[in-house]
């Protein structure tokens, strides 16, 4: 009997100390951790010291929930914080590129033309002995594209929580191609280049524009150099490859970065037989494919001078990878002009710029329209830190939509030459930043807060790269050049603010409501 109730004893103390390890020590830790997370941690490492205020601590602290790492995710928990639910005010109609009703009607007339010259194509083809598949158009108003379509507005492509985005990456992967053909700049070469130029007209880069069943157009940039392999040192930055996976990158760090001014950009893995050989209406884009001595599918540039097989691009046999890029609106009813960037590069072997000789360049950019007033100086330098943070240096120009004149955002287009480099940071891509020593508040505040261990920009990054179906999208070293370069812009800020003062440098884009829970956006800045 006694016996048996010190068994009994020995049991319950067992089950109790086991208790006590694997359940109590583990919840103390937990909340233990939870208790740092939600302080001002100083430890974290934002590169401004003293220049941070108040309030930036409060709204770098900010988040909707608390919850621990095990049960939440780096990219949910960075979505949720207060600078990523800045208030937009009201938009009205004179605030959105196109209304409702325009667009359908622009896209019915579209599409009826479409399906005349269709069926044209298909008795052409068929007096040829050539078979074009007939994929019917599914022309649907509430088509993820004309959603992305109908939602650009004056502060960026898309809203925060627009839904459609994702539809529309989903789209791109996975919709039907019911035909390809030349981007209108390849087509406008008609075949005849320059070979004597420096510079290579685009159809050194061999993107199609294809066409989906639901009448939503990508431009497709094929798979042209493996993740692992960097440019070459002796490679002017204007005969670098254009990368398909630079393409999907920058999308998502424009994302992660909450400037959203990059189109919807996702991988695929393309039939280059089926999806764009045997469904081009296009002849002059039929002749330049071939069968490599692999057996693989091969097709190439339509510039006369890479008309040779050695520039080719290959499927394994018939798939290839490559980035499907969203149109935006035609130029017909959302018209753009492209302007050339101020730090614009010497495309030349020998040239170099007055910016790259000049220290105060800067002075002048500012006493000249539109960089004297308003944001275009400031949206400038966006634009530097998000080509510093990929290493593209060949921003030669940018575009603006007109509807929305000078104080419209900067569209951040054609970023396949981004991601090139991991082992170099190329610190004259920050120029104007450097030089004009101005940031946004909004701007500077997530970089910081990028720079934590919490919401860290290769983590996050990394967790949305690998909802992309061509995942790896970058290699882990180039994940790590980004915290990298990141440290390095706050260096640079922080260096300007200590010559100028913060006041100088940091430009205030938005301002707090009342309550310190609701952010609006200043509506008049001047640099």
Known sequence: MRRDRLLVAVTLLSLLAADVHFVLIPRL?????????????????????????TTDLWLLNQSSTLVSAEQDSKLERLFRHSLYNIHLPELGPDDLILQHEELMNYHKRKVNRWERLKKFYIEAAAASNITIPD???????????????LGINRYALYSRDDSSIDRLLKDMQTATVISADYTQDEKALKGACDCSQVVKPSGLHLKLALKLQDFGKAMFKPMRQERHEETPDNFFYFVDFQRHNAEIAAFHLDRVLDF???????????????????????QDLRNVFFTSPANNTCFFAKCLYVCKSEYAVCGHPDLLEGSMSAYLPGLSIAPRISIPNPWIRSYSFTGREEWEVNPLYCDTIKKLYP????????????????DFLTGNMDRHHYEIFTKFGDEGFLLHLDNARGFGRYSHDEMSILAPLTQCCVIKRSTLLRLKLLARSKYRLSDVMRESLSRDPLTPVLTEAHLEALDRRLENVLRTVGRCVKKLGETQVVVTDFVESQSGTTIHPATHNRV
């Open 29 to 53: 830790k937990t909340w233990y951790h939870l208790s740092r997370e939600s302080c001002a941690c100083r430890g974290d490492n934002v590169s401004l010291g003293d220049h941070v205020t």
């Open 371 to 386: 960089y004297s007033s308003g944001n275009r100086l400031l949206n400038i330098i966006d634009m530097a830190i998000f």
């Open 135 to 149: 994929h019917p158009v599914t022309f649907d108003p509430e088509a993820s594209w004309l959603r992305f379509h």
């Open 260 to 282: 959203r001014r990059v189109p919807p950009v996702s991988g695929r893995l393309v039939n280059v037989t089926g999806e764009i050989l045997y469904i081009t209406h296009n």
